[in-house]
């Protein structure tokens, strides 16, 4: 078991660029999330996603998007990245979402955008 | 807005001694509270989770849970410099049931 994968591990952008950030869990889980981390910040759910074809907001999803189409894989597209998405990345998977459910996580994508 | 309030630390303490951290949130219908550690330039892992009011051990590690002051601790015993790291506090509650995450404590243990 690999458990969640993230790519790449670390990338510049550009200002106006666009990316695409990939997550993969091997865990047959149903839920997804995606996190951002600013320096000495918790963690900021983007996006989240409960199956596949179903994905909704989180607390800052702007200038992100999300797709689902396979229960393993849960992109995060980054369009026209602005300096204020330098941040670390993470993507968490759950296999459910009861109380007492635990998220895991990838090891992160930082990014920095120049 | 739903919060959950760390103090940042650094906290500092000798090896050996009793580390304690706390965070308090403001959604009184939480059910569930984490407390994940998170090493430098790593991710966020679980080391212990609570849903009931009182303490939960495990290891030297304890959990302590008073929803009615709407505060959670960890405690961590016969602190070794492996265990320093940021620890986050986490909530799981409101109606979509997603975690809410603290800014973290940066713990430092002194050999």
């Known amino acids: 078991n690999a458990g969640v994968t993230q790519t790449p591990k670390f990338r510049i952008l550009k200002i106006g660029q666009s990316m695409t950030l990939q997550c993969t869990q091997d865990m047959n889980h149903n839920y997804m999330y995606w996190y951002r981390q600013d320096p000495g910040m918790g963690l900021k759910l983007i996006y989240y996603?409960?199956?596949?074809?179903?994905?909704d907001k989180g607390e800052v999803p702007n200038g992100y998007n999300v797709s689902r189409s396979t229960t393993e894989d849960f992109p995060l597209r980054l369009e026209l990245a602005a300096p204020s998405q330098t941040s670390v990345y993470f993507c968490a998977s759950s296999y459910d979402r009861d109380y007492q459910e635990t998220q895991y996580f990838g090891p992160g994508t930082r990014l920095l955008v120049l | 807005q739903k919060e959950v309030e760390q103090n940042s630390g650094p906290l500092s303490v000798p090896e050996g001694a009793i580390a304690s951290l706390n965070c308090t949130y403001s959604?009184?219908?939480?059910?569930?509270f984490f407390w994940y550690r998170q090493y430098s330039g790593k991710s966020p892992e679980l080391i212990m989770s609570i849903y009931s009011n009182g303490d939960k051990e495990d290891g030297r590690f304890t959990a302590q849970l008073n929803k009615a002051s709407q505060y959670v601790s960890l405690l961590i015993r016969d602190s070794q410099p492996s265990d320093s790291a940021t620890y986050l506090c986490a909530v799981r509650g409101g109606s979509q049931g997603n975690l809410i995450f603290g800014k973290g404590t940066k713990l430092s243990v002194k050999p």
């Open positions: 959604d009184r219908v939480s059910q569930s």
């Open positions: 996603s409960v199956g596949a074809g179903i994905t």
